[in-house]
Each structure stands twice: as structure tokens, then as C-alpha cells.
């Protein structure tokens, strides 16, 4: 996980060509070194490196239930969100963190600029559902107008019909 902190690929591709790890190692708080590079915001290439690992979990959450997937989406990472639905995180896209969230919310929540582009991806997987509510009963409408995100909300209002 600290080669993946260091954001250097030739080191991260050092360490797993030498090292005898195990690339689903968890840390404290049930993160792989793939949310990790995931979360970092600027996991792109790191995260492509990673995904190269033939026994990698993709389909991996941490102690509080959030995805590989919710993390991209709350980072605000268009070409995250969308080699992780590729290589089939969409199959379960109604997957709900501790507090009930899924990626469509925290796509919703991510403060700037407005997610519209990545709620968008999210709206063409068969089978989303953008009428979920959280453990406080908020939709991810609800959560993208209180965050004035004027087109995100707009393509959840046409979405919920």
C-alpha cells in the first residue's frame, strides 16, 4: 500500500513484480491497495497497474461497505468510474454502503464541479435504481440539489420519470 501511496509506477510495478505479497491485503480500515489507488483521486494509471494482477478482488469494500466503484464516484473520476464498469462493478450498481448509500449517491455527493458526467455513466447500467433512499431517506435527487448540482439533478429527476 505504501508503494501505491507513492504514486511512482515503477515502483509500484517493482514491488509487485519482486514482492511476495498479497495484492487483497487489507489495512485497518478494509481497504485494499486497490481502493487505495482508487481513492487517491489520481489512481488512474496506478489503478491500471493494479488491475494487471491476475488474483486482484475487484469487487472488494471496506469496513463501512464502500465499493471500488463508490470510491471513483466520490472522487470524481470519469475514466475510473468507467474502466471499474468495465471490468463489471455495474453488475451490482444498487450496492449499498453502511448508511445506505450507493454509487449513484455518492456520485451525487461529490462537491465540484457538478458530477453530471459520471451520474450519467452510472444511469445507462441496466437495473440502477435512482428512487434508493439512505438511512436518513434521502434519494440522490435530494442530495444533488442540496448540493446545486443543476444537471445532475436534472438527469435524475428524467431518470426517476
Do not use: Y
Not at 120 to 147: F, H, W, Y
Request: with cysteine.
Amino acid at each position: 500500500m505504501l508503494a501505491v501511496g507513492s504514486g511512482d509506477l515503477e515502483i509500484l510495478r517493482t514491488v509487485l513484480r519482486l514482492a511476495q505479497f498479497d495484492i487483497n491485503a487489507r489495512d485497518e480500515r478494509g481497504r485494499t491497495a486497490l481502493a487505495h489507488a482508487v481513492m487517491s483521486g489520481k489512481g488512474g494509471d496506478i489503478m491500471e497497474v493494479i488491475l494487471e494482477v491476475e488474483a486482484v478482488d475487484v469487487h472488494c469494500f471496506d469496513e463501512q461497505g464502500v465499493t471500488l466503484l463508490m470510491h471513483a464516484c466520490s472522487q470524481g473520476e470519469l475514466r475510473m468510474v468507467d474502466r471499474l464498469l468495465e471490468v463489471g462493478l455495474g453488475a451490482n450498481i444498487n450496492a449499498m454502503d453502511m448508511k445506505g448509500r450507493t454509487a449513484l449517491f455518492h456520485a451525487a455527493e461529490k462537491s465540484w464541479p457538478d458530477p453530471a458526467d459520471i451520474v450519467s455513466a452510472l444511469l445507462k447500467i441496466e437495473g440502477i435504481n435512482c428512487l434508493l433512499q439512505d438511512v436518513t431517506g434521502r434519494t440522490p435527487l435530494m442530495v444533488a440539489t442540496e448540493k446545486w448540482h443543476r444537471k445532475t439533478a436534472e438527469l435524475l429527476r428524467q431518470a426517476a420519470g
